[in-house]
């Protein structure tokens, strides 16, 4: 029988029942494992990790464990911040933000493309074609499906903690610094498309009358042709986007 200790920080904590939170505790096992499969057995998926320190030395997920270690995990947002050199298992840096979300996400989706972001979003993904999406395109896999977060393809991953979409965006873009990335209003909230600027003439017998008559400006997706103009609903949009942008 072999005896590790660990110590979970910061944000890694949610994952964790009371009794381990905040606190070392110790696990007893038969067999060792590498550190990656030991720490999701505690229910912490990989992704959220952003530094690993086994008696005090950085080491990456393939380490295996053994009698006597004392392991320190620290969340993804600690080890970005301040010792992102010393981190053996965080992934390169992106040189984009791109997203791709599980099937309980759809607000949220339609939310971050409102900021511009792209985001790949269905509500038939399976599990492993969002997992092999996030993987081969390098895109951040949002999920509240915590055993999807540990399959061994996904790098990029976050759990979304929330459960309001208006909170899941606040939560998502304070995550990941996005307010410094934002360009709202270039995509499709319903299919993810680029938006482009078109003359009311080319698509005015498409619009309802009173928006013939009280509307100007006009663009449509260049995927879906979906048409949006500067109407009521456009303007609290605005509004919620400002909230972001600090106007």
Request: proline share 4%; with cysteine.
């Amino acid at each position: 029988m072999y005896t590790a200790t660990f110590r979970f920080y910061g944000s890694l904590n949610d994952f964790l029942p009371t009794g381990r939170k905040q606190t070392a505790f110790e696990w007893s096992f038969l067999h060792r494992m590498s550190v990656k499969d030991t720490i999701e057995s505690f229910g912490v998926p990989h992704p959220e990790v952003g530094l690993l320190l086994v008696n005090s030395q950085s080491v990456d997920f393939s380490y295996v464990v053994e009698d006597s270690d004392y392991v320190s995990v620290y969340p993804a947002t600690f080890a970005t911040v301040d010792v992102a050199s010393l981190s053996r298992v965080l992934p390169r840096l992106l040189s984009r933000f791109r997203f791709v979300l599980d099937c309980h996400l759809g607000k949220l989706a339609g939310y971050l493309r409102m900021l511009g972001f792209d985001t790949l979003y269905r509500n038939d993904y399976a599990d492993p074609e969002l997992a092999h999406i996030a993987a081969g395109e390098s895109r951040i896999l949002l999920t509240r499906d915590r055993g999807l977060l540990m399959r061994t393809s996904v790098e990029y991953g976050y759990f979304v903690r929330h459960t309001q979409p208006r909170q899941q965006l606040r939560e998502v873009v304070q995550r990941f610094g996005l307010d410094q990335h934002l360009t709202p209003f270039q995509r499709c909230m319903s299919c993810n498309g680029l938006l482009q600027s078109v003359d009311k003439e080319t698509v005015f017998d498409q619009l309802p009358p009173l928006v013939q008559e009280s509307q100007q400006t006009f663009f449509r997706c260049s995927n879906c042709g979906k048409i949006y103009w500067e109407g009521t609903h456009f303007r609290r949009m605005q509004a919620f986007v400002g909230t972001f942008l600090g106007t």
